[in-house]
Structure formats: structure tokens, C-alpha cells
């Protein structure tokens, strides 16, 4: 099967235990005609990108108690990693601000005068505008993404490329530790763009998802200068990215 099927595949399991709450293995390798081994290897898989809990014969979804003692942990991570990204941020400086959680705590802790800022996203797009450093906001434009909540395409590529920036702050679903952030999401020509325009690219990442291996890279680590995660991060971990010749701040 190919890589593709592989992660439609894995996607549709991760639905279907949100919706279903539990399947079985036998369930899952009789719907898709595969084997229960290959079952077994996408469960685990999306165990470890934190998508669901395993069980005997089968998987559930993660209880509720769970992702809200998980989510108050990770709003504090973002949040410090937000802050310290904020440090690294000039007056006057050009940077790009992908979409996604991450990226969004930084747009909170911006104060600096005379920023101008590009962004995919209509919803930090709004909230930019809302800052009293008041910057100049500038939109990709392009094709809206639903499922990543922003705009993507050829249109938002080429709009990048009529502009040079001092930074690019971007998250990532995944770190895979060998060739670098990772996603589910096929759509990586805009996030490529985006690093290719700025003179820094700077990965805003909580540990706890260092070590995902996503089925897309989406930013190899030649691309990367610095990436900022929180203090649950080991030392082995820390050691391996910076041999990638990555800056590693720990906030």
C-alpha cells in the first residue's frame, strides 16, 4: 500500500475512534481489507502522535479527564515558548506568522513597534489587528484550507515570493528527529515558501511532539535555524537537533 493510502487510512481510523469512541482491530482490518498486523502498526502510529488510546483488540478514544489535564499542561508550554519567541522579535522587524496554536500565542506576546507582519490565517490576521504596537498586517490570500484553517496554493506562493522577511515563525505536527518537522497535511508548498522568503526560520514546538513522525516533512532541517520548545525536552533530544546544526532554546 502506498504512502498516501497509508495516511489516508490512518486519518480515517483517528475519525472513527472521535466518532465511534472504540473499534477493534478486526473491525478495522475487515473494512479496509488489510491484514491485522498493518492495523496493529497504525494504531500504534497514532498512539504515538496522540490520537487515541490502545487496547486489547483494539483502540478508544482518549477520556475526556485526559485531554483537559493535557490541554491546561500544553497551554502553559505554548505560552512560555510564545514568550520567548517574542524575545527574538526586532522593532521594525518583517516576519511571516504561519497558522496554528503555537504561532498564535507568540501574536499575544508581540509588542515591539513598527512590525510588519504576513499571515495565513484570517483568525491571528484579526487578532494582529487588534495589537496597540498597531503593525501592518499583510495577507497570503489564496485558497482557503479548511482543514488547517488557512490559506494555501499557487496565489499565497506567489505572493511570498513579491516580499522578503527578517523571520518566519512556524509551528509543526511532528518532529521526526532525522530529517525535520513533519505533518499530516499534504499541503507543504506555502510552508516551504515561506522559509524560502525569510532570512531566519524559527519552529515554534512543544517537546511532546518532538519525535512524531508525520507522513510529510515539511521543513527538512537545512531550513531550520532555530527552534524554540518548552523544558520537558531531554538533553539526548536536545543534543541530537543541535548536530543538526539547529539553534535549540529552551523556554
Known amino acids: 500500500m502506498s504512502?498516501?493510502?497509508?495516511?489516508?487510512?490512518?486519518?480515517?481510523?483517528?475519525?472513527?475512534?472521535?466518532e465511534q469512541g472504540e473499534v477493534s482491530v478486526e473491525q478495522l482490518a475487515n473494512?479496509?481489507?488489510?491484514?491485522?498486523?498493518?492495523?496493529?502498526k497504525d494504531l500504534t502510529a497514532l498512539e504515538e502522535s496522540g490520537f487515541l488510546l490502545r487496547r486489547y483488540g483494539g483502540a478508544i478514544k482518549i477520556p475526556t479527564e485526559l485531554i483537559e489535564e493535557a490541554q491546561e499542561q500544553l497551554s502553559k508550554q505554548k505560552l512560555a515558548i510564545a514568550n520567548e519567541a517574542a524575545k527574538w522579535v526586532k522593532e521594525h522587524n518583517r516576519i511571516?506568522?504561519?497558522?496554528?496554536?503555537?504561532?498564535?500565542?507568540?501574536?499575544?506576546?508581540?509588542?515591539?513597534?513598527?512590525?510588519v507582519?504576513?499571515?495565513?490565517?484570517?483568525?491571528?490576521?484579526?487578532?494582529?489587528?487588534?495589537?496597540?504596537?498597531?503593525?501592518?498586517?499583510?495577507m497570503t490570500g489564496g485558497t482557503w484550507d479548511a482543514r488547517s484553517e488557512s490559506f494555501q496554493g499557487k496565489v499565497a506562493e506567489q505572493?511570498?515570493?513579491?516580499?522578503?522577511f527578517d523571520q518566519l515563525f512556524i509551528g509543526?505536527?511532528?518532529?521526526?528527529?532525522e530529517h525535520g518537522t513533519t505533518t499530516f497535511n499534504e499541503l507543504v508548498g506555502l510552508s516551504q515558501v515561506m522559509a524560502e522568503v525569510a532570512r531566519e526560520v524559527i519552529v515554534l514546538i512543544e517537546?511532546?511532539?518532538?519525535?512524531?513522525?508525520?507522513?510529510?516533512?515539511?521543513?527538512?532541517w537545512q531550513r531550520i535555524?532555530?527552534?524554540?520548545?518548552?523544558?520537558?525536552?531531554?538533553?539526548?533530544?536536545?543534543?541530537?537537533?543541535?548536530?543538526?546544526?539547529?539553534?535549540?532554546?529552551?523556554?
Open 31 to 40: 473494512l479496509f481489507e488489510t491484514s491485522e498486523v498493518t492495523i496493529r
Open 117 to 138: 507582519i504576513m499571515t495565513n490565517s484570517l483568525a491571528l490576521a484579526n487578532e494582529l489587528t487588534t495589537l496597540e504596537c498597531e503593525p501592518t498586517v499583510l
Open 225 to 251: 535555524d532555530k527552534l524554540i520548545t518548552d523544558n520537558q525536552l531531554s538533553p539526548e533530544v536536545k543534543a541530537q537537533i543541535e548536530a543538526k546544526g539547529v539553534e535549540v532554546i529552551v523556554a
Open 172 to 177: 509543526a505536527d511532528g518532529i521526526d528527529l
Open 159 to 164: 505572493v511570498l515570493r513579491s516580499y522578503d
Open 3 to 18: 504512502k498516501r493510502n497509508t495516511q489516508q487510512r490512518r486519518q480515517i481510523i483517528a475519525n472513527m475512534v472521535q
Open 96 to 115: 511571516i506568522i504561519d497558522s496554528g496554536s503555537t504561532t498564535g500565542a507568540l501574536v499575544k506576546a508581540l509588542n515591539q513597534t513598527g512590525l
Open 207 to 220: 517537546s511532546q511532539k518532538i519525535g512524531r513522525k508525520m507522513p510529510n516533512v515539511e521543513l527538512e
